[in-house]
């Protein structure tokens, strides 16, 4: 489906400004959503939703369908009485720059259970209410994840093929005696999990109130480590014990001579064939009830995509292998309607690839950082050779910021961009938000770190690096009164103003 002419910002919910080590639903989103008003934007772009996994990352989440307990604003759960005062005083290790992942999660953990104890001990009768209702609605997939979540816990991280056999292979008797042991924990994270969507769907409708849609990030594939995976295993490409066959990736790229192994489990494409793509349909239920459109990552995985065998240390012994897209899009769309789609179709794009995109209405993804270098740039990424029907961002989270990108740019880059954008680049970041902003792309968004002009050393995520990703904020400090006015004016000039009510 087309999107009106519009624009936005890409910024993740850690990356807010707060007290509790990073970022979450506390007023600091709130107000991030009036900064978007006052900046004539219509669209936020977050990352995915999900818990974290290996390297903090949101890409490889213990759930398809969970949301990200450290999220839950902690300000709000004391609002009820179920935290005290005190419970909101913040670590001195907490910086405002960073997200100290390890000190994050024990805090944020440790205060969750305090408020899971006392809503258990004395909720009023509304909330129960409300608690009881959630947990019928997400009936699907929430005692899973639940039970999933205890489970790693008493096996202390272990990955879930290790788990006593009953448990690992999902035996009844097993899977009934250990709801009772753990049932503690199992309440605990349903808690959480209610806490999570209540507090997301106040903070959405606040965003739509004011114009503002949100733009949800929908990773192709899970980590093997999770509920999902667990509990379906007839779904992904694993072997009789549970370990994956074949794991995902990309080949070798602009971004890694060696490809990136991703690790995650590949999907058994014949068994969601052969129930009619019933998961996928409630994945992407879940996803557009969350959100107002969904980008989906690694889009032409769903053509074809890269299959390296588990044994294998890089991504350079891989093979492309075909995939269902069209069967899987239609069975989806016949159930839920016209999905508001955006397809991330970056990498190794084929005319397949293409005319999947095509078929099913979605907007395609350019990227500003790969249209210059003159003979050597991929031409589609610049302006001129832009369609409507496309989403232009300057970078997205896997690029460097702007000004990173500019300072490492080889001479014929910044040549054939100085040329184009008749610029002297002494304001790189602006060079291409205008750019990107002036384009017949319907849709445009800009990373914060380009509105804020900051350097390399505040990207979000270096594809094919494990450790050190995901942790930047911002704080207000930061974002000037110029920014908003700055932003505000180009889309005035560049019709992309949103239709505020």
């Given at each position: 489906m087309?999107?009106?002419?519009?624009?936005?910002?890409?910024?993740?919910?850690?990356?807010?400004?707060?007290?509790?080590?990073?970022?979450?639903?506390?007023p600091?989103?709130?107000?991030?959503v009036?900064?978007?008003?006052?900046?004539?934007?219509?669209?936020?772009?977050?990352?995915p939703?999900?818990?974290?996994?290996?390297?903090?990352?949101?890409?490889?989440?213990?759930?398809?369908?969970?949301?990200?307990?450290l999220?839950?604003?902690?300000?709000?759960?004391a609002?009820?009485g179920?935290?005290?005062p005190?419970?909101?005083?913040?670590?001195?290790?907490?910086?405002?720059?960073?997200?100290?992942?390890?000190?994050?999660?024990?805090?944020?953990?440790?205060?969750?259970?305090?408020?899971?104890?006392?809503?258990?001990?004395?909720?009023?009768?509304?909330d129960?209410e409300?608690?009881?209702?959630?947990?019928?609605?997400?009936?699907?997939?929430?005692?899973?994840?639940a039970?999933?979540?205890?489970l790693?816990?008493?096996?202390?991280?272990?990955?879930?093929?290790?788990?006593?056999?009953?448990?690992?292979?999902?035996?009844?008797?097993?899977?009934a005696?250990?709801?009772?042991?753990h049932r503690?924990?199992?309440?605990?994270?349903t808690?959480?999990?209610?806490?999570?969507?209540?507090q997301?769907?106040?903070?959405?409708?606040?965003?739509?109130?004011r114009?503002?849609?949100?733009?949800?990030?929908?990773?192709i594939?899970?980590?093997h480590?999770?509920?999902?995976?667990?509990a379906?295993?007839?779904?992904?490409?694993?072997?009789?014990?549970?370990?994956?066959?074949?794991?995902?990736?990309?080949?070798?790229?602009?971004?890694?001579?060696?490809?990136?192994?991703?690790?995650n489990p590949?999907?058994?494409?014949?068994?969601?064939?052969?129930?009619g793509?019933?998961w996928?349909?409630?994945?992407?239920?879940?996803?557009?009830?969350?959100?107002?459109?969904v980008?989906?990552?690694?889009?032409?995985?769903?053509e074809?995509?890269?299959?390296i065998?588990?044994?294998?240390?890089?991504?350079?012994?891989?093979?492309?292998?075909?995939?269902?897209?069209?069967?899987l899009?239609?069975a989806v769309?016949?159930?839920?309607?016209?999905?508001?789609v955006?397809?991330e179709?970056?990498?190794?794009?084929?005319?397949?690839?293409?005319?999947?995109?095509r078929?099913?209405?979605?907007?395609g993804m350019?990227?500003?950082?790969?249209?210059?270098?003159?003979f050597?740039?991929?031409?589609?990424?610049?302006?001129?050779?832009?369609?409507?029907?496309?989403v232009?961002?300057?970078?997205?989270?896997?690029?460097?910021?702007?000004?990173?990108?500019?300072?490492?740019?080889?001479?014929?880059?910044?040549?054939?961009?100085r040329?184009?954008l008749?610029?002297?680049?002494?304001?790189?970041?602006?060079?291409?938000?205008?750019?990107?902003?002036?384009?017949?792309?319907?849709?445009?968004?800009?990373?914060?770190?380009?509105i804020l002009g900051?350097?390399?050393?505040d990207?979000?995520?270096?594809?094919?690096?494990?450790?050190?990703n995901?942790?930047?904020?911002?704080?207000?400090?930061?974002?000037?009164?110029?920014?908003?006015?700055?932003?505000a004016?180009?889309c005035?000039?560049?019709?992309?103003?949103?239709?505020?009510?």
């Amino acid at each position: 489906m087309g999107f009106s002419r519009s624009s936005g910002v890409l910024l993740h919910i850690s990356s807010l400004p707060g007290p509790h080590g990073s970022g979450d639903f506390g007023p600091a989103a709130y107000h991030f959503v009036d900064w978007l008003c006052t900046a004539g934007q219509g669209l936020w772009q977050v990352l995915p939703l999900g818990g974290i996994g290996a390297g903090h990352s949101p890409y490889m989440s213990s759930s398809a369908f969970a949301g990200n307990v450290l999220f839950i604003d902690l300000a709000e759960l004391a609002e009820h009485g179920w935290l005290d005062p005190k419970d909101l005083e913040p670590s001195a290790s907490f910086t405002p720059d960073r997200v100290p992942f390890a000190e994050v999660i024990a805090y944020r953990t440790e205060r969750l259970e305090a408020a899971a104890r006392r809503f258990a001990a004395g909720a009023k009768s509304a909330d129960r209410e409300d608690f009881e209702a959630f947990c019928d609605t997400h009936s699907g997939w929430l005692p899973d994840y639940a039970l999933f979540m205890a489970l790693a816990e008493h096996f202390e991280g272990q990955n879930w093929t290790a788990w006593d056999s009953g448990l690992a292979r999902r035996r009844p008797e097993a899977l009934a005696a250990a709801r009772e042991t753990h049932r503690a924990r199992i309440f605990f994270w349903t808690f959480c999990q209610w806490s999570f969507f209540r507090q997301w769907r106040r903070l959405k409708a606040y965003a739509n109130a004011r114009a503002v849609q949100i733009i949800g990030d929908l990773p192709i594939f899970i980590a093997h480590q999770s509920a999902e995976v667990w509990a379906h295993p007839e779904l992904f490409e694993l072997d009789g014990t549970g370990k994956p066959t074949v794991v995902a990736g990309v080949p070798p790229d602009a971004f890694s001579a060696t490809g990136q192994r991703w690790g995650n489990p590949l999907y058994r494409w014949s068994a969601h064939a052969a129930d009619g793509y019933a998961w996928w349909i409630e994945r992407m239920r879940r996803i557009v009830e969350m959100v107002d459109i969904v980008r989906i990552d690694h889009f032409r995985g769903f053509e074809a995509y890269w299959e390296i065998p588990a044994e294998e240390a890089t991504a350079e012994r891989g093979r492309w292998v075909p995939a269902p897209g069209d069967d899987l899009f239609a069975a989806v769309t016949r159930v839920l309607g016209p999905l508001p789609v955006i397809a991330e179709d970056l990498g190794v794009i084929t005319a397949e690839v293409e005319a999947l995109r095509r078929k099913h209405g979605f907007p395609g993804m350019r990227i500003l950082q790969f249209a210059f270098g003159e003979f050597d740039a991929d031409r589609r990424f610049l302006p001129h050779n832009f369609e409507p029907d496309t989403v232009v961002f300057p970078g997205t989270h896997d690029n460097d910021t702007a000004l990173g990108w500019w300072h490492h740019a080889p001479p014929h880059v910044r040549a054939h961009l100085r040329a184009y954008l008749a610029t002297d680049a002494s304001e790189i970041g602006w060079d291409l938000i205008r750019a990107a902003c002036a384009s017949v792309a319907a849709t445009a968004i800009y990373p914060l770190q380009d509105i804020l002009g900051l350097g390399s050393l505040d990207r979000m995520n270096l594809p094919g690096t494990a450790v050190g990703n995901w942790s930047w904020r911002f704080t207000w400090d930061e974002v000037l009164p110029e920014h908003a006015r700055r932003l505000a004016a180009l889309c005035r000039l560049y019709e992309r103003g949103p239709h505020r009510p």
